[in-house]
């Protein structure tokens, strides 16, 4: 049994708690880590150890700590089960794990804490397993989905 909730609700609370009871504040935002430089925090198992990075963000000074959370929205669900039912390339049991991603409609499934320092991001991320699979049936629809098929490539142009 894992040791993270499949909704992170109650986490994202103690977060919040937890860093402005350290006096640091905190900037909604998230950190795309293909877009900067970022080095990101392993718990390992501990599931408390987003609080570590939290009191190494103090211990370096951080005034205050990123944070972005992801909720799954009916409207994001409704469109990847579409896309995935009318790829050629998905079967159905991609569909049915889309379908059955709707019991965790509203429940927030992934956070994201990070800080600045010296030029890098330091991030912490925390996802359920649901929202794991829901990005992993994002991938497998924007992959099929956007594959062009006999079209000439630029080298081939030239």
């Keep these: ?18 860093i402005e009871g ?46 972005h959370s992801w909720k799954l929205g009916r409207e994001e669900l409704d469109e990847l089960v579409e896309r995935l039912s009318h790829s050629e390339f998905t079967d159905g049991d991609d569909v049915e794990d889309a379908r059955w991603l709707r019991a965790h409609l509203e429940k927030i499934g992934f956070l994201q804490l990070g800080w600045a320092y010296q030029g890098s991001m330091f991030l912490c991320e925390v996802s ?14 924007d992959d099929f989905g956007g594959i062009p098929i006999d079209e000439p490539d630029q080298d081939d142009e030239n």
């Design 1 to 18: 049994m894992s040791p993270l909730p499949d909704e992170l609700t109650s986490l994202k609370d103690d977060m919040i708690a937890f």
């Design 128 to 141: 359920t397993e649901w929202y794991d699979r829901y990005q992993h049936l994002l991938e497998v629809s």
């Design 22 to 67: 350290h006096g640091m504040r905190r900037f909604h935002g998230y950190v795309d880590f293909e877009e900067v430089q970022c080095v990101m925090w392993e718990t390992g198992a501990n599931p408390d150890g987003w609080k570590d990075f939290v009191e190494l963000a103090k211990s370096a000074g951080a005034a205050f700590l990123t944070m």
